[in-house]
């Protein structure tokens, strides 16, 4: 299931005009003082280690990489915006007492990625997001948000102006996205304003996955450029952003949302073939192969229990698609078959089947 959810993701990104990137998992503790990680962020790092007299830091975040890797030339406002996206595994000093399961643990992988873009692009960089957001989170099942707009706080850095333009601009991004949100006053990060969403799975519960920053300070502290229109050195936006924040928290939220009975796109196992008798096993195996080859997640029971019970064990295992195969299947070259959600769909030929699993797993629907 990480695989699909990772494949999925990267095809998403690359769709939507995202570059991808993979980054290091130490750096010399030097960059970890310019980003200021090592200043405010270091109770949530884990000691630095030293390497031939030198100190380095396992990350705590992806950012900084994505700033060297900005800065290994000088960008024209040609070239701008550049995304980039990393599933970017961080490692984070959580006291034992918080961890819990998947949603809390002490290295996670991000779905990290960053906007470096020209103040007149945010607005429309932001409704990009929105909108990658909204059909990744749907596809996932997840079509009912909570939005939070977090405004400018007491102590803050950024002048006046970029603060509007940036606040605006998540305005109004939201307002051409036509979601509501909730305005959190001076909630704000130091170093920009953001855009929070909580997702809201199939019993109601809430969760923070999303969020959606612009930051104002990093790209002063690395003094990162653009060369402007006329000639002039100015400092690119620079935009933060998850959308299933961790992927394991967001596995773990998953299994929340579906109670573990996945749509079949995400199923671990999405066929299980079950012979009648041992007369039945060489067909079933030839099926199994047949569906493997075209992609399928599939197996053959070869408990040798009664059907009634292979039956039994593949409702409890929740197997989106069951196909009983007794003498009469063999004989027909047909497979009867059963799925969660629809029930008995009677004879099927193995083509007939797979046009239907193609279809609902282009709809990302529960068959
Ligand atoms: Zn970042």
Not at 40 to 67: G, S, W
Not at 218 to 226: A, D, G, H, K, T
Request: aromatic residues 10%; charged residues 25%.
């Amino acid at each position: 299931m990480r695989l699909l959810i990772e494949d999925y993701w990267r095809k998403a990104h690359l769709d939507a005009g995202y570059e991808l990137l993979y980054t290091p998992h130490i750096a010399n503790l030097d960059l970890w003082k310019t980003s200021g990680h090592f200043d405010f962020y270091r109770e949530n790092m884990f000691d630095q280690m030293e390497i031939e007299t030198q100190q380095y830091q396992l990350k705590p975040m992806n950012c900084p990489f994505h700033v060297l890797t900005y800065q290994s030339h000088l960008h024209s406002y040609r070239e701008l915006p550049i995304r980039w996206a990393e599933l970017g595994t961080v490692y984070r000093y959580e006291r034992s007492g918080v961890l819990h399961g998947l949603m809390r643990v002490r290295g996670f992988t991000q779905d990290d990625a960053h906007i470096f873009c020209l103040p007149e692009q945010v607005a429309n960089e932001i409704l990009g997001v929105l909108n990658l957001t909204e059909q990744i989170l749907s596809d996932f099942g997840f079509t009912q948000y909570e939005v939070y707009l977090s405004t400018r706080p007491g102590k803050s850095v950024g002048t006046d102006n970029i603060w509007e333009l940036a606040t605006d601009a998540l305005v109004q991004a939201l307002d051409t996205k036509g979601w509501n949100y909730v305005t959190d006053e001076g909630g704000g990060a130091f170093y920009g304003p953001k855009i929070d969403i909580k997702i809201k799975d199939a019993i109601g519960r809430l969760w923070q996955c999303s969020t959606i920053q612009v930051d104002f300070n990093l790209p002063e502290r690395f003094q990162m450029e653009y060369v402007a229109v006329d000639g002039t050195r100015q400092r690119p936006i620079m935009i933060h952003r998850a959308i299933f924040g961790s992927l394991e928290r967001f596995f773990g939220i998953l299994v929340e949302n579906y109670a573990g009975d996945f749509p079949l796109w995400l199923a671990p196992v999405q066929v299980r073939l079950l012979p009648v008798s041992d007369d039945q096993r060489n067909y079933a195996d030839a099926i199994a192969q047949q569906l493997k080859q075209l992609g399928y997640r599939v197996e053959v029971d070869h408990s040798g229990d009664r059907l009634g019970k292979q039956i039994r064990t593949a409702e409890r295992s929740k197997i989106p698609v069951v196909a009983v195969i007794g003498k009469r299947e063999v004989e027909k070259q047909t497979l009867s078959v059963r799925t969660r959600q629809l029930g008995e769909l009677g004879s099927l030929t193995l083509s007939e089947l797979q046009e239907k699993m193609q279809q609902t797993m282009m709809s990302k629907q529960q068959i």
